[in-house]
Nanobody
């Protein structure tokens, strides 16, 4: 059973950047497809980005060109670099194992809060 711990969230002004990290333990995730999704209060869960074990990547249209997903298998960690942040990016961000490519997640962490002020 993999445990996923997200970190790196915080409060940032519009136009700023944050880098989220997702550290995995209990399982080597190098053979897994991994991804990020987010959920804002009162809204549906929204897919953000995913990366396969072969580093094929896909993004939602809402973050394409601003966010970058990456992975460091040696550190058993997945990252989400977020640039040009907008207030509408405010949400709880979750990292998870992708069970169905690209936006069906089988397991995920507790999330890290990202708040973007205007």
């Amino acid at each position: 059973q993999v445990q996923l711990v997200e970190s790196g969230g915080g409060l940032v002004q519009a136009g700023g950047s944050l880098r989220l990290s997702c550290a995995a333990s209990g399982r080597d995730i190098k053979l897994d497809d991994m991804g990020w999704f987010r959920q804002a209060p009162g809204k549906e869960r929204e897919f953000v980005a995913a990366i396969t074990r072969f580093r094929t990547i896909t993004y939602s249209d809402s973050v394409k060109g601003r966010f970058t997903i990456s992975r460091d298998n040696a550190k058993n960690t997945v990252f989400l670099q977020m640039n040009s942040l907008k207030p509408e990016d405010t949400a709880l961000y979750y990292c998870g194992r992708v069970a169905g490519w690209p936006d069906q997640f089988g397991s995920w962490g507790q999330g890290t809060q990202v708040t973007v002020s205007s």
